[in-house]
């Protein structure tokens, strides 16, 4: 399937490895919101800097707690129960969050008991009724997390909290749809993207009482969020739901501008509806907000107001010439392009800025992974960006699959005597496991790895090491670059080994961040180059970042 950028592939694009392919093509842009706290702190400047930016789309709350009164009536006065009410001056809407307790019913715990059930699912129809800006309500946040739950049915294992949040769900769904039918209901509430606790929902009858489903990425590289929504979509239940992500973002001021850009792109090709940054305004916890506590926009704000602006330019279609090239278009002439280093040159009818506006010079123009560009044009790009041969044979990090599925590397747990593929894991589904879906073994409950990650293992009967294998498919010379970092948390290290075709190109201790290579090498059909990581005497804190990356020869530095 040939993009949108036209007939990009064969004029163009003729230099490129492989061929340029939409993933999805002419979808509309996802709707994008910001994360406010108006419910807890009422601040009118702040609203001003919501309607100035803009943020016509907020996710926030009034709450229960203050609203519903002794003798079970509600009142909503003061601005922290009416400011929905203000959002109608300048066009915008709001998700409502419903999550938190009351006082009044289950000791002010996560409503359990059937009564304070009904209770919870009354307020929420009375909050969506009293207040029009309303267009979606929310049940719940993050209930896999034990952060955001308390009490009996809730302080137990996923399956049965899982029970407790259906019926939640549920009753909510009911109450609110009685008094407003148009207003979306929003569930599934999850902290990553667990699939025990999603498959838990799903088998408990949650699917029926929700609109669309709701993830909160952290953690996970835009690269890499697109591969775990697949596997959630194809848990019985949730193939038709849409995907709606109601909170991410990144504490790290200087990247965060770059992870909004490269996360609003990946998400709208995967599928996801509606996408709402964290937070609007700083909220204590670290996390790079739009705008400053003076109402000043941040530099993560104007890739906001960028986004914004882009949105309104066409359908988005995605951009993926190679596995190690990402990008989406916004119609004919605005183009969000990132990948593995290589010279990209544009005409000069092209535009090139930063996740932050700023201009790029086009001179020594090159692809980067950590500072996507934004090129646009009067014209059809079609025609105006040529981007350098791709020198990437393959990479362990980019074309990692879940399912092996055109993965060219073999993921293996490996011991003195065998070795077997890693097996996916569903995420969450016992304590110390990561919560989102990785790869691990039958032999051992700890030896495990994600795409940019490994972890070896040794238990009692021997170390357990992390192989992954690479088989020519036909006689081939390349070069073999390998990012390698323990985690600092390492008691003492790991023992990296690379072999070609049995022979030994690279074995040492490793304790902190080295990058290995380029290192030449040649296989016959069938041979295998293999990058090994071994724990020593203790795996404790053996968490290694790991990369393999093949090149053609003499390009491992482009």
């Not at 359990?112 to 009904?118: D, G, L, Q």
């Not at 995907?243 to 990247?255: A, C, L, N, R, S």
């Not at 940054?277 to 906001?304: C, F």
């Not at 879940?402 to 065998?418: I, L, M, Q, T």
């Amino acid at each position: 399937m040939i993009s949108r950028f036209g007939a990009l592939g064969l004029s163009v694009w003729a230099a490129l490895a492989g061929p340029v392919e939409a993933q999805i093509q002419g979808i509309a842009p996802p709707r994008l919101g910001a994360a406010s706290n108006f419910g807890q702190a009422w601040n009118p400047e702040m609203m001003q800097a919501a309607r100035s930016l803009p943020v016509t789309d907020l996710r926030d709350a009034v709450y229960w707690r203050d609203i519903e009164q002794a003798d079970g009536s509600y009142v909503f006065d003061g601005l922290r129960e009416t400011w929905p009410d203000l959002l109608s001056e300048f066009g915008a809407g709001m998700s409502l969050t419903v999550n938190n307790g009351n006082p009044r019913w289950d000791d002010g715990e996560t409503p359990y008991s059937p009564e304070a059930v009904a209770a919870f699912a009354s307020f929420a129809a009375a909050a969506t009724q009293r207040f029009d800006a309303i267009h979606t309500v929310e049940v719940g946040n993050e209930m896999n997390s034990a952060t955001f739950v308390s009490g009996p049915g809730w302080d137990t294992d996923l399956v049965t909290r899982a029970q407790s949040y259906t019926a939640l769900l549920a009753e909510t769904a009911r109450a609110v749809r009685a008094v407003r039918p148009d207003v979306r209901i929003l569930g599934g509430a999850a902290h990553s993207v667990s699939l025990t606790w999603f498959r838990a929902l799903f088998e408990a009858g949650a699917g029926e009482h929700m609109d669309a489903m709701v993830v909160h990425p952290y953690g996970i590289a835009p690269e890499q969020l697109g591969a775990q929504l697949r596997l959630l979509r194809a848990l019985p239940g949730a193939g038709a739901l849409p995907i709606e992500v109601t909170e991410f973002g990144h504490t790290d001021p200087k990247v965060a501008p770059a992870y909004l850009l490269k996360s609003y792109c990946q998400m709208a090709l995967n599928g996801v509806d509606r996408v709402i940054w964290y937070p609007l305004n700083p909220r204590g916890d670290d996390l790079v907000a739009l705008v400053g506590a003076d109402g000043t926009v941040t530099e993560v704000g104007k890739t906001y107001q960028i986004l914004d602006e882009l949105r309104q330019k066409g359908p988005i279609a995605g951009f993926a010439p190679d596995p190690f090239t990402y990008g989406c278009q916004f119609g004919a002439n605005h183009l969000i392009l990132w990948g593995e280093p290589r010279r990209i040159t544009v005409s000069d009818a092209v535009i090139v800025q930063d996740p932050t506006g700023g201009f790029v010079a086009p001179s020594n123009l090159a692809l980067s992974m950590d500072r996507p560009l934004i090129l646009s044009s009067s014209e059809d790009l079609a025609g105006l960006v040529t981007l350098a041969p791709q020198t990437i044979l393959a990479d362990s990090v980019h074309q990692f699959a879940f399912d092996g599925h055109d993965d060219p590397f073999e993921r293996r747990v490996k011991s003195e005597n065998d070795g077997a593929l890693l097996e996916l894991r569903p995420g969450q589904e016992k304590n110390g496991a990561p919560w989102s879906p990785y790869l691990g073994s039958s032999w051992d409950g700890l030896l495990r790895a994600g795409p940019t990650w490994v972890l070896p293992s040794a238990p009692s009967g021997g170390p357990l090491s992390v192989m992954y294998r690479y088989q020519a498919k036909a006689r081939m010379t390349a070069e073999a670059v390998v990012e390698v970092a323990p985690s600092p948390d390492s008691v003492d290290g790991v023992t990296l080994t690379i072999t070609a075709a049995g022979k030994t190109l690279f074995s040492g201790h490793i304790d902190g961040p080295q990058r290995i290579g380029p290192l030449p090498f040649s296989l016959r059909r069938r041979r295998a180059l293999e990058v090994t990581v071994d724990p020593g005497e203790t795996s404790r804190g053996d968490v290694t970042r790991l990369q393999v990356t093949l090149r053609q020869p003499g390009s491992s530095d482009p």
